[in-house]
């Protein structure tokens, strides 16, 4: 077996950094010899914009995509959420690690705003649009940057709370005793997943990584990207999508919203574990001809 030391790229911010090092401590534990390559990105360094105004998909991937195309690093550490549906020419999905948890929670400074009005902080479409159709009389303000800076500015501001994903918080040892579980909020596809990347001709890093796969993580979030996909969501769609496995069957959940958070087009579903092919995809098509075509063209619209 050829013995090179495996090239591991990621974002530097705090997180990103502890699933890296996750990765590189589970290669290690099965013999692999490792080392960590930091690589900042736009998405970290450019933070008085919006993301989708950025106008580039997966800007929080491209710095390490470019660093593996130019052979810096072997394979790359995400949080899956943030990776495109459609991964450059000559780089595969590796691994899916098993997923954390999945929900979104409020950190916020009392509750007793949710019966009035309110300031709710979130770079995220899909939040702003699923709180502003539970709470429409509140406002929603733009929130960037890693999760440390993210909460500092909540500190900062005179906002009522923030939106984070629980898996993130949890990760860094950063979730406070007091925050609310939205456990009415469908999640980002693949949120709570953690994904390794690799070159396709890498075929040493590609049998490594094998075995770190979870293979019911990653048959859900499988599902989610494909519904995702087929939206044509990219970042820059108010979507959610939750796929869970119980015994044999996948129990599948799939929102699309109005950017303003009005219009909300829902799919429900449940299929056998055996029968799952084309069934992201099916789902999307499903909410496309519930008006879904038409909100799409609305929020592209919007957001130009």
Request: one cysteine or more.
């Amino acid at each position: 077996m050829q013995n090179k030391t495996i090239r591991i790229g990621t974002r530097d911010s705090e997180l990103a950094l502890w699933q890296a090092h996750t990765v590189q401590d589970k290669l290690n534990n099965l013999g692999y010899s490792t080392t960590l390559v930091p690589v900042k990105s736009t998405g970290d360094i450019v933070l008085d914009k919006p993301l989708y105004e950025l106008g580039i998909i997966g800007i929080f991937t491209k710095t390490l995509d470019i660093a593996m195309i130019n052979n810096d690093i072997d394979i790359a550490v995400h949080s899956m959420k943030d990776v495109p549906t459609a991964l450059p020419k000559g780089i595969v999905e590796a691994a899916v690690l098993e997923r954390a948890n999945v929900q979104d929670i409020l950190i916020h400074k009392g509750l007793d705003f949710l019966q009035t009005q309110g300031i709710i902080a979130t770079g995220s479409l899909r939040r702003q649009a699923q709180w502003l159709h539970k709470y429409p009389e509140h406002s929603v303000v733009d929130l960037r940057g890693n999760v440390n800076t993210r909460m500092q500015k909540l500190q900062n501001n005179d906002w009522n709370g923030a939106i984070f994903a629980a898996a993130g918080l949890e990760r860094i040892n950063l979730k406070p005793k007091d925050y609310l579980d939205l456990d009415w909020m469908v999640p980002a596809p693949a949120q709570g997943a953690m994904l390794v990347v690799a070159k396709e001709e890498d075929t040493y890093c590609l049998e490594a990584l094998s075995n770190l796969d979870h293979i019911d993580s990653n048959t859900c979030v499988r599902i989610e990207r494909e519904f995702l996909r087929e939206l044509e969501g990219g970042c820059t769609a108010p979507i959610g999508a939750l796929a869970k496995i119980k015994e044999d069957q996948v129990h599948f959940t799939g929102v699309l919203f109005s950017l303003d958070g009005k219009d909300k087009i829902e799919i429900s579903k449940t299929i056998g574990l055996k029968d799952i092919k084309n069934f992201g995809k099916s789902c999307a098509q499903e909410v496309l001809s519930k008006g879904g075509k038409e909100l799409m063209k609305k929020i592209k619209a919007d957001l130009k």
